[in-house]
């Protein structure tokens, strides 16, 4: 069965830190790009950040440059989003997915919320 599991969201104070993480299974993930998405409360989802199955090639939006790091463990088929720095704008809903240009195929996880609030 595919899927695709977040976790690691919670409540963390600003200039808190969060590391979420995004297991896979089901199918070989290694030749797909991760994507980090958020979705806030009236808000429409936005990428986070992105990176490929090298791992050398990774953008990050502009308002989480410098304060997020995305990574992967293709042997764990899971990848990670460490943020540092937490402002109460970051508080959304992270959602990952796996795709894969070459067919179009991509599958999305259920989410974990963050919310930064002291």
């Known amino acids: 069965q595919l899927q695709v599991v977040e976790s690691g969201g919670g409540l963390v104070r600003p200039g808190g830190s969060l590391r979420l993480s995004c297991a896979v299974s089901g199918f070989i993930s290694d030749t797909y790009d991760y994507f980090w998405y958020r979705q806030a409360p009236g808000k429409e989802r936005e990428l986070v950040a992105s990176i490929t199955p090298n791992s050398i090639n990774i953008v990050y939006a502009d308002s989480v440059k410098g304060r997020f790091i995305i990574s992967r463990d293709n042997a764990k088929s899971t990848a990670y989003l460490q943020m540092n720095s937490l402002k109460p704008e970051d508080t959304a809903m992270y959602y990952c997915?796996?795709?894969?240009?070459?067919?179009?195929?991509?599958?999305w996880g259920q989410g974990t919320q963050v919310t930064v609030s002291s």
């Open positions: 997915k796996a795709g894969r240009s070459y067919d179009n195929s991509e599958y």
